[in-house]
């Protein structure tokens, strides 16, 4: 062979591939000759190899399926500054959309991460939303607590206590962060459940 030929190595579940050139000058397959030290089997017969491999530590060694780091930056987050109730999407470090907010958060500054997101999503009301009405309080976890529309169309949960909704209006009683429905559309379609929260003082 003119070119030179390389060796793959392969794991079984195929999530490695490691590829390093051999430098060999020819190789042959022939069909089972005796194994010597000179040949390596391959697919039922034999590669004979006509120098050393280099070690696979070489600078010519590649590793296949290895993450591309140059992803992060086109990977949407949202950072959330106190200081002005502003809620920034961002994507690396250029802001897409940006909204003033409503509420607060019991968060301090810090890394978080996008724990749940609902579509039309359930608010659930503690008993004084039912003392405040003069209705009598249902028991723990009944089906009577769970209200839609409270948080709007969409909403993003950083944990079970704290979300950020497109609620009609603010009010204490349902807490969190409210910002524009059309701008908490937008924000609820970019991001996934994972992604990153940053609040910041």
């Given at each position: 062979?003119?070119?030179k030929a390389?060796?793959?190595?392969?794991?079984?579940?195929?999530?490695v591939?490691i590829s390093?050139?051999l430098g060999?000058?020819?190789?042959?397959i022939?069909?089972a000759?005796?194994?010597?030290?000179?040949?390596t089997?391959l697919?039922?017969?034999?590669i004979?190899?006509n120098?050393?491999a280099?070690?696979?530590?070489?600078p010519?060694?590649?590793?296949?399926?290895?993450?591309d780091?140059?992803?992060?930056?086109?990977?949407?987050?949202?950072?959330?500054?106190?200081?002005d109730?502003?809620?920034?999407?961002m994507?690396?470090?250029?802001?897409?959309e940006?909204?003033k907010?409503?509420?607060?958060?019991?968060l301090?500054?810090g890394?978080?991460?996008?724990?749940?997101?609902?579509?039309?999503?359930?608010?659930?009301?503690g008993?004084?939303?039912?003392?405040?009405?003069?209705l009598?309080?249902?028991?723990?976890?009944?089906k009577?607590r769970y209200?839609?529309?409270?948080?709007?169309d969409?909403?993003?949960?950083v944990?079970?206590?704290a979300?950020?909704?497109?609620?009609?209006?603010?009010?204490?009683?349902?807490?969190?962060?409210r910002i524009d429905d059309?701008?908490?559309?937008k924000?609820y379609?970019a991001?996934d459940v994972g992604?990153?929260i940053?609040v910041?003082?």
């Open positions: 062979m003119d070119k390389r060796f793959s190595l392969f794991t079984l579940s195929l999530t591939l390093s050139s060999l000058t020819g190789c042959a022939s069909p000759p005796d194994a010597d030290l000179s040949s089997q697919a039922g017969g034999y004979s190899l120098r050393v280099p070690p696979i530590a070489s010519s060694t590649l590793l296949g399926f290895m993450p780091a140059s992803s992060e930056k086109d990977t949407p987050w949202l950072k959330l500054r106190l200081r109730n502003t809620l920034l999407l994507k690396g470090d250029a802001v897409v940006q909204s907010i409503e509420g607060s958060l019991a301090e500054p890394i978080y991460s996008l724990q749940h997101k609902q579509r039309s999503p359930l608010w659930y009301a008993d004084e939303y039912f003392t405040l009405r003069g009598s309080v249902p028991t723990v976890g009944d009577e209200r839609r529309g409270a948080l709007g969409f909403a993003l949960f944990d079970s206590d979300s950020i909704h497109s609620a009609p209006i603010w009010t204490q009683e349902v807490g969190g962060l059309e701008k908490m559309k924000i379609y991001l992604a990153k940053q910041t003082p």
